[in-house]
């Protein structure tokens, strides 16, 4: 546990806009995208108890499926972007779904080649409670960054009516 602190401290002692990815911020420089996924690493691994011969037929498999994953969210943002129709979003986003459904069908069985059915289970949650740290961690680092803005704002408020 003390490894996941420590390399969640450091991890967000970097500033990072939005999502690594998968939906989270996605971090300025590749510094910061590595860290997170450093982060990520030793957390999925003590969730999930992995040992070092589980890790070492997990990890290349599990990390291909996440960048299939993310691809295939990138074609809906792009489509976004793009300014494509409500329509046509809607049917795209559907079509991608089941793809990802497909994805996680293969790549289930393809884990459990290396990992039992229980951690593959644990992996979801394991996931979510991943990002949940990491977005609870953003928007603590956005709330401090408003008060010190709000703070800096007083004193120059209190300053001017000093000079007045």
Known sequence: ????????????????????????????????????????????????????????????????????????????????????????????????KQQELDLEKNYSGRLMESISPQKLMALRQAEADFKKIVLQQIKQRQNMQNNREMQRERIQQRQQQRNN
């Open 1 to 96: 546990m003390k490894l996941i602190n420590t390399l969640l401290a450091v991890l967000f002692a970097f500033q990072f806009g939005y999502a690594q990815t998968e939906d989270l911020p996605e971090p300025p420089d590749q510094k910061a995208k590595d860290k997170i996924n450093a982060a990520r690493i030793a957390f999925i691994t003590e969730k999930l108890g992995l040992t070092p011969a589980e890790a070492e037929k997990f990890w290349p498999v599990y990390r291909e499926f996440v960048q299939k994953r993310q691809q295939l969210q990138q074609q809906y943002r792009e489509a976004q972007r793009a300014g494509k129709p409500d329509k046509e979003l809607v049917e795209l986003g559907l079509q991608l």
